[in-house]
């Protein structure tokens, strides 16, 4: 009789006995977990991207609707869209503008330049980027304030050297707003005022006349009437020119007078009326005043010493 096999009482570990396509069910089973933690481990630690973390390039030519001329200047601009600072930009020489950073949203879509009616629209950004976009601006009319426009009266050629001569800073000069600010109807009385002239009463400018002029030394100066010389000598300056049809007036000594004026020895007084009272006048004018300064003229000789 054989003898028993010792090992027999032992107890034996437990085969795992399956079928072929049995045992992969359960290796896929088993292995479940271990992917799941792999898959986790593989992801941004803040979690699967959002569309706050998108960014979008918007851009796009501005141009004239009309005649399709790029616009330069224009200013381009988005807002609106929830937790999105507006931002917005300036078209360049080429009518192109470009906004970067822009996350997806729905937002205001702005377009101004001045001359051109402002474009207002929406715009929903996604993520595909960039979004190319075309603008045309319709021109607009700008209504401006009224300017009044105001001709001056043509100077005589003799009357255009005024400003030239004043320029200088030779001799000294009174043009019509100083007259008007003076406020003198009579020119004896605009002359009071101003150093360097004086204005005096003889026996040849009594009887209602202002006064005659005298410069430094009692000496009178030669008087000229729109360019042309009307006296020398102790004449009333009022027979010439009324403060009202008075333009202007240019005062010399004997050693600033220019050529053009330097008749006598004393200096001299140029006086310049209006333009538009001169056309007023007319012949009355030309003859009458001229007849009264000669006759003055003709006085101040004979009484000449």
């Known amino acids: ?47 699967p991207p959002s569309a706050m973390d998108t960014v979008v390039v918007v851009e796009g030519t501005v141009r004239d609707a009309l005649t399709r001329e790029e616009l330069e200047g224009a200013v381009v601009h988005l807002s609106g869209a929830p937790g999105v600072v507006p931002t917005s930009t300036a078209t360049d020489e080429e009518g192109r503008f470009h906004l970067s950073q822009v996350r ?24 595909e980027s960039p979004i190319e976009l075309e603008v045309g601006m319709v021109p607009q009319a700008i209504e ?13 050629p003799e009357m255009e050297g005024f400003e030239e001569r004043r320029d ?11 007259i008007e600010a003076r406020g003198t109807s009579q020119v004896s009385d605009l002359f009071r005022q101003l150093p360097g002239v004086t204005v005096e009463r003889t026996s040849a400018t009594r009887g209602g006349g202002g006064g005659h002029l005298l410069m430094r030394g009692s000496c009178p100066p030669s008087i000229y009437l729109d360019g042309q010389r009307a006296a020398a000598g ?6 010439y020119v009324s403060g009202a ?30 333009p538009a009272a001169m056309q007023e006048e007319g012949r009355q004018f030309s003859w009458g005043r001229l007849a009264l300064a000669a006759g003055f003229l003709g006085a101040s000789i004979f009484l000449r010493p």
């Open 234 to 239: 102790p004449v009333d300056i009022d027979a």
């Open 245 to 274: 049809d008075l333009e202007a007036v240019e005062i010399y000594s004997a050693s600033q007078t220019p050529p053009q004026f330097s008749y006598g020895r004393c200096g001299a007084v140029v006086l310049w009326t209006r």
């Open 104 to 127: 997806p949203g729905r937002y205001e879509f702005r377009v101004s330049r001045l001359g051109y009616e402002e474009l207002w629209d929406s715009l929903t950004v996604t993520g």
């Open 168 to 178: 200088r800073g030779i001799g000294r000069f009174v043009s019509r707003s100083e």
């Open 144 to 156: 401006l304030d009224p300017v009044l426009v105001r001709r001056l009266p043509r100077l005589s």
């Open 1 to 47: 009789m054989a003898s028993p096999d010792p090992s027999a009482d032992v107890p034996r570990g437990r085969e795992l006995v399956c079928l072929p396509l049995g045992c992969v069910f359960m290796l896929l089973i088993l292995s479940a977990p271990l992917l799941a933690a792999t898959d986790a481990s593989s992801l941004p630690a803040g979690g």
